[in-house]
Every structure is written in C-alpha cells, then in structure tokens.
C-alpha cells in the first residue's frame, strides 16, 4: 500500500524567510510519482511539480525548489524568500507510474507567512 | 479557456435528501476523479472513471454514486446513506500518457447538512 507523510502540520515564518515543507512516502512500485499541490484559501488544488521516480534531479522554479531523494524517500519542497501569497495548505500526493493512476494524497502542512 | 468547473459553490442538504454536484471538464481528458476533503485531512478517494460508462470504487465509496454517460462530464450524488456527509468535494481530471497523466483540480464543492 502506498502512503505518504507531511509531519509537519502547521509551520509558521516571516515574509522574506525561507521555508522547507518535509514530505516522505512509502510504495512497493519500483516506477512512481510523486507530486506537489497547493491549496490557497479560496479551496482549489494548483498542480506545482510532478516528478518521475526514476529522474532524481532536483528542480528549481523561480522561488520554488524540490529536493527529491530516493535514498531516504523524501521528496522536500523548498520555497526562498517566503511571500504572503505563499500562505497556503501544500500537499504531496504519489501514484504509480502506470496510466490513469489513483493518487494518495499526506495531510498537508500549512504554511503561514506574516508581513 | 480549458479547465474544470464545479457546481454549486455551496450547497445545503437536509435530512434523508440525494443531492447531485456537478463536475464538467473541457480539456479532453478521459479519466475523471471525485476527492472528499475533511478538516485538517488530506484528500480521500470517493470514485473514479477512466473511460465513458465505466468507473471504479476509491477508498470511501460507500454512500456515494456516479455516472459517466459523457466524456466531458462526471456528477456524483451523495444519497442519504451517506451519515456524514459536510465535507469539500474536489473533482479532477487527467489525460493518459507520459506527460498527461498529472491531476488538474476544479474549485471545489462544500456541502454542508441543515
């Protein structure tokens, strides 16, 4: 069965700092992927990364970067220079790699971000 | 512009009532998905369907049904058997393929009991 966890529940920071939201998963598939959302306020998911298990490589997106190590089957989502617009719930989701694939979602960390 | 809606925003249910949320998608994508969100809870799986007029049991099916007569469209109704049924509803669609296989989200249905 796969499983994902976000530990961390609430995390709290003033604009301008940088944040690291931990995300570690469990699956038996040898082919996945892992996948950040975010959800403002107003409630709808926004897609911001997806990452094939095979591809190690981390990414970096303006002030958004994700760290994604086999290893330790963690897959971090780091954002630089923390923005009020930036408060949200983020979650990391993983499916398998094989077409139509069902996603399992962690509980998602809020992120807060005061002036 | 292509996307997903949901309809209704809110909607009220009363005791012992079926109510039907609306999901309609526009970007061709052949698999649709139903998500229910709880407090503090990530997403759970209610239904989904891969194909017109067929779809499969997720997680918390039970009190739960849908139908896929249109590619384009995919409703569930939350029938009285459902107890506990105030949540936020997400719908979600994808496209197969290596690159169309991401979930794009709608904005959402909350469904509240009177």
């Known amino acids: 069965a796969q499983k994902v966890t976000q530990a961390q529940t609430e995390i709290s920071v003033v604009e301008k700092e940088d944040v690291t939201l931990d995300c570690v998963y469990e699956t038996r598939d040898t082919t996945y992927y892992l996948f950040w959302y975010k959800q403002p306020p107003s409630g709808e998911l926004v897609f911001l990364i997806r990452r094939n298990s095979f591809d190690e490589q981390n990414e970096i997106s303006g002030r958004y970067s994700w760290n994604f190590q086999k290893s330790t089957s963690s897959f971090n989502f780091t954002i630089t220079a923390s923005q009020v617009v930036d408060s949200a719930v983020y979650f990391c989701?993983?499916?398998?790699?094989?077409?139509?694939?069902?996603?399992?979602f962690g509980k998602g960390t809020m992120l807060l971000v005061s002036p | 512009d292509g996307g997903i809606t949901q309809s209704p925003k809110y909607l009220f249910r009363k005791e012992g009532q079926n109510v039907t949320l609306s999901c309609e998608q526009n970007?061709?994508?052949?698999?649709m998905y139903w998500y229910r969100q709880d407090p503090g809870q990530g997403l759970r799986l209610i239904y989904y369907?891969?194909?017109?007029?067929?779809?499969q049991k997720g997680d918390i099916a039970e009190g739960y049904s849908v139908s896929r007569e249109k590619k384009e469209s995919f409703p569930l109704t939350v029938t009285s058997a459902q107890k506990n049924p105030t949540a936020f509803y997400l719908c979600?669609?994808?496209?197969?393929?290596?690159?169309?296989?991401?979930?794009?989200f709608g904005p959402g249905t909350r469904l509240l009991v009177l």
């Open positions: 979600a669609s994808s496209g197969i393929g290596q690159n169309e296989e991401t979930q794009y």
């Open positions: 970007l061709n994508h052949d698999a």
């Open positions: 989701a993983l499916s398998e790699a094989a077409g139509y694939s069902t996603l399992t």
């Open positions: 369907s891969q194909i017109v007029n067929d779809f």
